[in-house]
Structures are given as C-alpha cells and as structure tokens.
C-alpha cells in the first residue's frame, strides 16, 4: 500500500528533534537527523545527495552552490608579543601538562626542570616544551607552562582554534620560537602556524579566527600540508597522531 509522507521547513532545532525522537523511520539527507533517529532505535537511511528548494546541491565529491563573497567577521586584537613573555623563572620543581593522544583529559606531573641562566629550558629529550594561552581579545599577559606528550624536537606551533574561547594556543622548544608562531597567528587575525627548519608556515583563518574564505579543496590542500611540518617537527614519530590536533575539534587523522 502507499506511504503517507510530509516535507516541511523549520527554524527550531528542538521541534525538528521531538519530530525526530517519535518518528517511525526517517530518510535524510542530514547526518545529525540519521543520528538523532537511530539514537532511538528507529531505521533511518542517509539520502547521499542533499537537496535545498527542490534542487541538487551536491553529486560526484563536489558541491553544486555557487561560490558566494563573504565578509571576514572577527574579534582579534592583534599586538606583538616578545620571547621574554614566555620565560618561566628557574625553580628546583614544577607542574607538567600531560596530554594524551586522542584525548581532552590530562595528567599533571611534578618534576625537575632543565634550567639555565635563572630560567627554566626545553628538555626535548624528556619531551618537556613550553605551553602558551595568549588572549585574543585583549592585551594580557600570556599564561605559560611545561607540557608533555608533543614530542617536539625543534620549532613550535601555534593555533587561534582552541575550543571554548578560541585564545591562540602555542607549543614549541623555546621561547623565541614561541613568539614567532604566536606572532604569525596575529599578524593573519587567526589560524594555525608551524615553524620549522624550513621558516614558518601558516593558515590563515580570518573569518572568527577559526574558518577561511576559500574553498574546502584548498583549505584541505594547506591544512594537510601544514600537518605534515608538524609531525616532521618529532622527527617523523610524533606520540601524539595529529600534532595539530589537541588544537583543534577532532581533526582527523591516520594512525
């Protein structure tokens, strides 16, 4: 026998997921609605070529949209920071960041820090960086701090995508290279930075300091590119998959 179906429009996320919740099945072309129905245990099946007004808007890996101009929408107060901001003083014990791969969570860790001229130095051989929050919005002294788990053997790297408030976030081998990355990341009003043998290297993200105006394909091209400097940085083994990634939502990467 036939099937009774509707199509409708909203702009209220709750009422699209109350619909969801006590649906019988679903077919969409929305990833976040499949999950939502099969949270619930009814059949859903993805539609793998979305439609907007009555309209294709993606076959074949491309988008069928037309490129549109944007504007760049940002809260950046762009300054320039020096090395000396990042020197920790010199102390016979201190507190270690300990990242873990894949993970939000971290360990702490009291050691005893290399030092050197009163002030405490990279130990890239115990893995022991420096670690850096620079507040976008506003001239404030950077909060500074040993970190494990990066495996860094040289350069830095910086990144203005830093879930919640999206502060540059730096890690590197010193100070100087501290203030390099940071600096690139102020100068371009956000994005991601990476300094190696070769120089520095960026992606600019104008629009918010967390996304770009150019096309996916590209923005993909550069990221994946940058990604590769950063794992170079450990010496091709970094203990971390995606060096870039604890700055980022998820990125992706192959184990």
């Known amino acids: 026998r036939g099937i009774a179906f509707e199509t409708f429009e909203s702009i209220h996320v709750w009422d699209i997921a109350a619909l969801l919740a006590t649906c019988r099945a679903c077919l969409a072309s929305s990833l976040h609605a499949v999950l939502v129905v099969r ?4 059949p859903a099946l993805a539609l793998n070529s979305p439609w907007l007004h009555g309209e294709p808007v993606y076959r074949d890996g491309g988008t069928l949209l037309p ?22 003083p010199a102390c016979r014990q201190a507190h270690v960041i300990c990242a873990r791969d894949g993970q939000l969570l971290t360990d702490n860790q009291l050691t005893t820090p290399a030092t050197a001229a009163g002030a405490i130095i990279a130990d890239t051989d115990r893995d022991l960086l420096f670690l850096t929050v ?6 404030a002294p950077p909060a500074v701090a040993l970190v494990h788990g990066f495996g860094l053997q040289r350069g830095a790297l910086a990144s203005s995508v830093a879930h919640d408030s999206h502060n540059i976030v730096a890690v590197g081998c010193s100070p100087e290279e501290l203030a390099t990355v940071v600096n690139q990341v102020m100068e371009t009003r956000g994005g991601l930075a990476v300094l190696d043998g070769d120089g520095l290297h960026s992606l600019p993200l104008p629009i918010a300091g967390l996304m770009s ?17 950063a794992r170079a940085l450990s010496g091709g083994q970094p203990p ?14 192959s184990p």
């Open 213 to 229: 105006p150019d096309e996916g394909a590209t923005v993909a091209a550069r990221y994946q590119a940058l990604d590769s400097r």
């Open 39 to 42: 949270a619930f245990a009814r």
């Open 67 to 88: 490129a549109v101009c944007t504007t760049t929408p940002n809260r950046f107060s762009p300054r320039t920071v020096t090395a000396a901001q990042f020197h920790l």
């Open 240 to 253: 971390l998959r995606a060096p870039l990634a604890p700055f980022l939502p998820r990125a992706s990467s």
């Open 134 to 139: 620079v507040n976008r919005y506003a001239d």
